[in-house]
Structure formats: C-alpha cells, structure tokens
C-alpha cells in the first residue's frame, strides 16, 4: 500500500462534491468514530462547498487538485460523469479513493477504474451502502442457514419518486450527460448489488424498461426476470415515479424451499420477517435487528468505518470497486435486453 498510516495519524479526508450523498458521508464518518482529520472540500457550486465545510470542519479549496493535494484518501461525490476522470487523478496522486456509485456509465469504464486503482496499490470503496445494512446482513444470515434450504425465486421491489424533486434538490438526474440513464443505473445499481449479495451471479436475463416522464434517455420504469448461476430465478421491478409519499421504498421476498423472508420498511432497520416449514416465525427490527448483526460487522458498523479503518490497517476495504463491476454488468445487460425488446441475453 502506498499512503501507510499508523493508529496514531488520523486519515485526512478531502471531499470532491459537497451536495446530499458528501453530506451523509461527512455525518457518518463522524458518527462512526474512526481516526479522521478533515481536509479540503471542493464544489464548483461554492455555496454548497461553503455550507458543507461550515458543517463539518472541512475547509473549503479552489479546486480539485488542491483537495487531492491535500488529502490521504478523497471522497468522489459529484454527479456520475464526473466520477471516473476523478478517479484518475485521485489514484495517479496515490491516494486511498472512496468512489460513490455508479462508478461509470458502462462496464468497461468501471472496469478500468477498479484496475487503476488496484494498480495503484490504494484502499478504494464504492458507496453501494446496503453492503452494510443490518437489514440485508440478516437476511443473508437467513438464507444462509441450512434450515432454509435453497433460494428458489426472489422478488425485489424498489420504488421512489423521481430524484429531481424533493430532498434530493436536483436537476441533473434528468440529463443524461450527468447522470448517464435513468432508475436502474442511476438507483437500482443498489438492488442488483444486492440480488448478487443475497442469492449470487446472475446467468441470464431479459428486461424491459420504459420512460413516463420523457427526459431523454432517463428511464423511469426497469423490470428484469433473472436466472441466476445456481439456478434460482428473480425479478426485478425498478420505477421513479411522482408520488411524492413514498421517496425510497424497496419489498424484497426471498422464497428458499423451506422459508420466507421478507425485507419490508427501512433499508436498514427493517423489519425483516421470516415464516419457516414448521410454522415458525420471526421478526426483527430497529435496535435489536443492529445488535443482532454486530457480529457480522467485523466492528465496522457504517461503509466509512469501515474505509479509514482498513485504511490504517493497510488492508483493502469492503465492497470495494470491483464488487461494484459485477453490478455494472447485470445493468448492462439488462440495458441491453431492453434494446432488443426483452430479448435474453447473457451477462
Ligand atoms: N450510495 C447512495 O445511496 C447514494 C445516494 C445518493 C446519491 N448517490 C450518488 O452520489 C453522487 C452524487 O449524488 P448527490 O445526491 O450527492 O448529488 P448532489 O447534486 O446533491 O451533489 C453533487 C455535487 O457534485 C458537484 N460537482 C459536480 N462536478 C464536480 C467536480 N468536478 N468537482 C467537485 N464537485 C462537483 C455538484 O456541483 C453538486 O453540488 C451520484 O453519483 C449519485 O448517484 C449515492
């Protein structure tokens, strides 16, 4: 590893991007406890910069190389397409990366990302945050468990208002230049991440989308019907739609052969209920689902925890960008069956 650091030296942090995922990212890094020294910040927006830095101690640069310069590991919180020149420079400048998702508009670019920053020999992470969702952990840990048998078929169901409204205060998930496509790439990269995380690869797919709104190129509905390697089967329904009750909502069901589990609430503290063979049940939420799943934490409760500590350890973090290739593939290939009109394709 380049960029060592003992348990003495805190990691220094620079942010690029001081919008709604920099915010989150700054909160938690504090609530996390890890060993941070807050470096600089840099927002073409510089109110947003200025607000930003007032709120967490950064201090406000007048350009990206000078937040790199004087950073050991920089957060990349821009708008998508921004995400990969940032990458380059962040890494050729041999420093630790923390790359929000979706890394790139295509497999290829994230590909290439994920090998400059292997190359390069720093710790780099992607922002696909369910990784770290009690909720998600112990829905693994039911899966898991022999009682369970296989997973048969999964139903995963995310809904949201269209980003472009609302808290998410934005414009640029409507043009396709920022943003690079629409729910799917831009939202359900998190559902897909998390159908390899709960049942594994995806073999073969066939998928639709379409687009109420009319922002070009921004869909705003995505189904996929999935096969996965091991032979279960899934699907996938993804829509950005104007109901402003309902801002981020996802309904997993996961049938095994001998249990239900469904994944119902909030992406972190559920709750997440089960039903098995022998008319056992159970359900676990909010506190106690968190200390339930402890243990499968490795002590990294929240994803940037978790990046300055395997930072100072020197070792290499979780999900990392390579975990976020894989993702980029089934939504490629599910963009790829929409353009031949749900024609099944391979990933
Ligand atoms: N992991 C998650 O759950 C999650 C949630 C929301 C957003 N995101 C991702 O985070 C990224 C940002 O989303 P957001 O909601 O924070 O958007 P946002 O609009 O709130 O903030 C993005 C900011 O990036 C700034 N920016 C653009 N180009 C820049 C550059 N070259 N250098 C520095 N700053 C630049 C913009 O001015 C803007 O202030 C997107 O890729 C999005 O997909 C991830």
């Not at 420079?89 to 923390?98: E, I, N, R, T």
């Not at 590909?111 to 369910?130: F, K, S, W």
């Not at 002590?299 to 976020?324: H, K, M, Q, S, Y």
Request: proline fraction near 3%; hydrophobic fraction near 40%.
């Amino acid at each position: 590893m380049s960029a060592q650091h003992t348990d003495a030296a805190p990691v220094r942090i620079g942010f690029l991007g001081a919008g709604l995922i920099a915010t989150y990212h700054s909160k938690s890094l504090k609530r996390s406890g890890a060993p941070v020294a807050r470096g600089g910040v840099y927002d073409p927006h510089t109110e947003r910069a200025v607000a930003f830095a007032a709120a967490s101690g950064h201090t406000v640069h007048d350009s990206e190389d000078q937040v790199i310069a004087d950073s050991d590991a920089v957060y990349i919180c821009t708008w998508t397409n921004e995400h990969s020149r940032l990458l380059a420079k962040v890494v050729a400048a041999g420093k630790h990366v923390f790359c929000e998702k979706p890394l790139a508009f295509t497999t290829g670019e994230a590909l290439q990302m994920a090998e400059a920053a292997r190359a390069a020999g720093i710790t780099h992470q992607v922002g696909l945050v369910l990784r770290r969702s009690p909720a998600y952990l112990w829905a693994k840990h039911l899966v898991d468990d022999p009682t369970a048998g296989r997973v048969m078929t999964v139903v995963f169901r995310d809904d949201q208002f269209i980003p472009i409204q609302g808290h998410y205060a934005s414009t640029w998930r409507a043009d396709k230049t920022l943003v690079g496509a629409g729910t799917l790439l831009e939202h359900s990269i998190h559902d897909v991440d998390m159908l390899r995380y709960l049942v594994g690869d995806v073999r073969r797919l066939s998928a639709h989308t379409a687009n109420f709104h009319g922002h070009d190129g921004i869909e705003d509905v995505a189904t996929s019907s999935l096969r996965f390697a091991d032979g279960a089967t899934g699907t996938l329904t993804s829509v950005w739609h104007d109901n402003l009750a309902r801002p981020s909502l996802r309904r997993v069901e996961i049938f095994c052969e001998r249990r239900h589990i469904v994944i119902e609430g909030d992406d972190w503290y559920g709750p997440v209920s089960w039903t098995d063979h022998d008319g056992a049940t159970g359900s676990i939420s909010g506190d106690e689902l968190t200390t339930a799943v402890d243990p499968m934490r490795d002590g990294n409760e929240n994803p940037d925890g978790e990046f300055v500590r395997a930072i100072v350890e020197g070792r290499g973090a979780t999900p990392d960008l390579f975990t976020a290739v894989e993702a980029h593939r089934i939504v490629d290939a599910m963009y790829a069956s929409a353009a031949a009109d749900g024609a099944a394709v391979d990933v």
